[in-house]
C-alpha cells in the first residue's frame, strides 16, 4: 500500500585550477559538471576546487584538499565524489580507500547518463560498448581483491587469476559489441541509400543548445526534448518540405567538452549521418556565457570524424534568454564580450566568417520563417547541382 520514495544521491564537485585551466574556466567546467550530475539525478551539495601545477598522480588532489573533502562527505553523508578529469585506474582506488564513498569521474558520469538515456538496442549497444573499453584499463586497479589464483573444486586452472579471467571476458565482449555495431551499421547503410533523391541536412552543436526543439518546428513532428543534457542519443531522420522541396533533416547527439573518445567510436554508426549530410545546421546556445568555446569544441569533434568540409549555416538560438551587461557611457573601462549587446556580436566575425547566420529563439518561434527561408535557399542550390531533372519542384 504504501511506497517509499528511492533517496536523491548527493554528490561532491572535485576540479582544479591550473596552469592551462584558471579559475574561470574552471568555474565553466564545474557548473557543467553540476548540469551533468543533476542529468544523472543525483544534487550537487558543494565544490572543491584546487590550485596545483599539475593532478595529484595518487589522489588528484592533495593530502590537505582530501581531508577536507573526506570531512565534508562523513559529516554530509554524501554518496558520491566526482571529479572533472578522467582518473586512473589508482586514482580511483587510492581515492576510495580515502574517501569510503563512491568515485566518479567525469568519463564514467557521461557513460552512465548515456546508459540511462539509450532507449533502442543500437544505442545500449553503443553504450555498452563504451562502458567496457572504460573499464578494461582499469581493472587492475579496481579489481586488486580478486587478483589471486583461482581455486576449489572444479574451478582449478592453468593458473589463470580472476582478473585475467575478466579482462578476457570484457576483451570477448568487446568484440561481440563491434560485431554487432557492424551489422547495424550495414542496416543503417542500406536504410540511407534507400532514401532516394533528397538532399540531407544534419543538425549538429553542443548538447542542450535546442536541436530537438528546432528540428521539431521545422519537421512538425515530435522528437524527445528536454532541458537535460544528452536528451537525444539515437539519430532521428525527418522528412521536411519547405515551399514544394523536400529533403531528409537528422537530430543527431549533443557534443561536450573533454567527450571521451571511446563514445565517438562507439558512436560512429549514429555520427554517419553527419558524414553523409550534404549541409550542416550548426545550432549554438548564444545564451551561453561560454558558447564561443562550446562552438570550437563542436568544430574540433567534426573535425575528429572528419566532416569539417561539409557547408555550415550557423544558427544561434536562445535569443531571448540572451543578456549582457550594458556598459555606462562615462565608464573607462574597455568593453569586453560580456558588454557586448545582439546586435554587436551581429557585426562581429559570425555575419563575416561563417555566412550564412542567423539568430532564432526555437521555444519562442522568433524568426522561425527566416530560417526556413535561409534553409530552403541553401538546399536549392545544392539540390540544383545534383539533380538537375528535378528543378521543376522549384
Known amino acids: 500500500m504504501y511506497e517509499t520514495k528511492k533517496k536523491q544521491e548527493t554528490a561532491v564537485l572535485i576540479g582544479l585550477i591550473t596552469k592551462g585551466q584558471d579559475e574561470s574556466r574552471s568555474k565553466e567546467y564545474l557548473d557543467e559538471l553540476e548540469f551533468l550530475v543533476d542529468t544523472a539525478g543525483a544534487i550537487s551539495k558543494k565544490r572543491f576546487v584546487q590550485k596545483l601545477v599539475s593532478p595529484d598522480k595518487r589522489t588528484f588532489v592533495g593530502s590537505g584538499k582530501l581531508e577536507d573533502i573526506k570531512a565534508f562527505i562523513e559529516f554530509e553523508e554524501i554518496d558520491i565524489a566526482v571529479f572533472d578529469d578522467e582518473l586512473g585506474a589508482s586514482q580511483i582506488r587510492n581515492l576510495e580507500k580515502a574517501l569510503e564513498c563512491r568515485i566518479l569521474d567525469r568519463t564514467n558520469l557521461i557513460l552512465d547518463i548515456f546508459a540511462k538515456r539509450a532507449q533502442t538496442a543500437h544505442a545500449k549497444t553503443?553504450?555498452?560498448?563504451?562502458?567496457?573499453?572504460?573499464?578494461?584499463?582499469?581493472?587492475?586497479?579496481?579489481?586488486?581483491?580478486?587478483?589471486?589464483?583461482?581455486?576449489?573444486?572444479?574451478?582449478?586452472?592453468?593458473?589463470?587469476?580472476?582478473?585475467?579471467?575478466?579482462?578476457?571476458?570484457?576483451?570477448?565482449?568487446?568484440?561481440l559489441l563491434k560485431e554487432r555495431l557492424k551489422q547495424i551499421d550495414k542496416q543503417r547503410?542500406?536504410?540511407?541509400?534507400?532514401?532516394?533523391?533528397?538532399?540531407?541536412?544534419?543538425?549538429?552543436?553542443?548538447?542542450?543548445?535546442?536541436?530537438?526543439?528546432?528540428?521539431?518546428?521545422l519537421s512538425k513532428s515530435e522528437v524527445f526534448a528536454e532541458n537535460k543534457l544528452f536528451a537525444t542519443l539515437d539519430t532521428t531522420v525527418r522528412k521536411v518540405v519547405i515551399e514544394n522541396l523536400?529533403?531528409?533533416?537528422?537530430?543527431?547527439?549533443?557534443?561536450?567538452?573533454?567527450?571521451?573518445?571511446?563514445?565517438?567510436?562507439?558512436?560512429?554508426?549514429?555520427?554517419?549521418?553527419?558524414?553523409?549530410a550534404d549541409m550542416l545546421l550548426h545550432i549554438v546556445d548564444i545564451s551561453h556565457p561560454d558558447f564561443e568555446e562550446q562552438i570550437n569544441i563542436v568544430k574540433q569533434t567534426l573535425s575528429e570524424i572528419n566532416v569539417d568540409d561539409k557547408p555550415v549555416m550557423m544558427v544561434f538560438n536562445k535569443i531571448d534568454a540572451f543578456t549582457y551587461i550594458e556598459k555606462e557611457g562615462d565608464d573607462l573601462i574597455p568593453e569586453t564580450k560580456e558588454n557586448y549587446s545582439l546586435d554587436v556580436w551581429k557585426k562581429t566575425w559570425m555575419n563575416k566568417d561563417n555566412a550564412p547566420a542567423i539568430f532564432i529563439s526555437a521555444t519562442?518561434?522568433?524568426?522561425?520563417?527566416?530560417?526556413?527561408?535561409?534553409i530552403y535557399t541553401e538546399v536549392k542550390k545544392i539540390h540544383a547541382v545534383r539533380y538537375p531533372h528535378n528543378n521543376y519542384l522549384y
Do not use: C
Open 126 to 175: 553503443q553504450v555498452e560498448l563504451a562502458q567496457y573499453q572504460y573499464l578494461l584499463p582499469r581493472l587492475t586497479g579496481m579489481w586488486t581483491h580478486l587478483e589471486r589464483q583461482r581455486g576449489g573444486i572444479g574451478l582449478r586452472g592453468p593458473g589463470e587469476t580472476e582478473i585475467e579471467t575478466d579482462r578476457r571476458v570484457i576483451r570477448d565482449r568487446i568484440s
Open 189 to 217: 547503410g542500406t536504410q540511407r541509400s534507400n532514401r532516394g533523391s533528397m538532399v540531407r541536412v544534419a543538425l549538429v552543436g553542443y548538447t542542450n543548445v535546442g536541436k530537438s526543439t528546432l528540428m521539431n518546428l
Open 246 to 276: 523536400p529533403f531528409l533533416m537528422s537530430d543527431t547527439v549533443g557534443f561536450i567538452r573533454k567527450l571521451p573518445h571511446g563514445l565517438i567510436e562507439s558512436f560512429k554508426s549514429t555520427l554517419d549521418e553527419v558524414r553523409e
Open 364 to 374: 519562442e518561434r522568433t524568426n522561425l520563417q527566416e530560417i526556413r527561408k535561409l
